[in-house]
């Protein structure tokens, strides 16, 4: 599946949060992940993030698709990273 995880956490979590995610997905923008995950993968991030977080301040979102294709994507500026290529 495809995913997108956009987080807003504090500061003294954020570069925990950004350096775990880096493992699984592709930084595309501050606070911006996304790539493709098994179902498995998917709760394992979801579930060290819980661990990661202070649920009472910071806030993750979760978007999911079967794949890429499906979703309209448009960029204006320039990315952070060319992850067109990476398999």
Not at 6 to 35: A, C, H, I, P, T
Not at 45 to 60: A, F, G, Q, W
Request: no cysteine.
């Amino acid at each position: 599946m495809y995913v997108v995880i956009v987080y807003d956490v504090g500061v003294d979590r954020v570069n925990k949060v950004r350096s775990f995610l880096r493992e699984y997905m592709n930084w595309v923008q501050n606070s911006v992940f996304e790539g493709e995950l098994t179902r498995a993968e998917f709760a394992k991030v979801k579930s060290r993030l819980k661990e990661l977080i202070e649920e009472n301040s910071d806030h993750i979102i979760f978007y999911s698709s079967r794949d890429r294709k499906y979703l309209g994507i448009e960029n204006l500026g320039t990315p952070k990273a060319d992850t067109s290529n990476i398999i």
